[in-house]
């Protein structure tokens, strides 16, 4: 599956796709309540998503998916990220992964075009679902801090 092959160069390389996307979350606008989170803290989540891509876009249910992203919702509510900053997070996210790959030459005949499609509908359902999740767990975390 030209897929699979596509997320484990993506696990392969994630220490360094992680650094280069936590510079562009420092260096964007939209992402600068980011500065709000411990660094520590970004980059292990980063580097979570990134070295588990396999795992969260093959294996993780759908629950697995909704429980982590309410959770980081949460947090980043708590920690007065707006959600316009994390909204931009995510879209950044799929971006980068896009030009990494593209960068990396992988994506050349019909063979690897079938295999981007099916990472791309396989990533845009989890950064959607993910981007979904977060947004219910950021919501509930400002209800209850108005209550």
């Known amino acids: 599956m030209i897929a699979l092959r ?63 992203y309410r959770e980081l919702g949460a947090r980043r509510a708590a920690q007065d ?20 790959l593209e960068r990396q030459g992988m994506l050349r005949g019909p063979l690897e075009i079938y295999g981007e499609m099916e990472l791309l509908r396989l990533m845009d359902q989890f950064f959607d679902r993910a981007l979904c999740y977060a947004t219910e767990g950021y919501e509930k975390t400002r209800v209850a801090d108005t209550v």
Do not use: M
């Open 6 to 68: 596509l997320v484990r160069l993506i696990e392969d390389h994630s220490d360094e796709l992680a650094e280069g996307l936590l510079k562009k979350f420092q260096n964007s606008p939209r992402t600068k309540d980011f500065a709000k989170v411990p660094a520590h803290e970004l980059r292990e989540r980063v580097y979570e998503i990134l070295h588990n891509l396999g795992d969260w876009l093959l294996y993780k249910k759908e629950g697995d998916v909704e429980r982590r």
């Open 81 to 100: 990220v707006s959600v316009s900053d994390y909204c931009w997070a995510i879209v950044l996210t799929k971006e980068h992964l896009w030009d990494f």
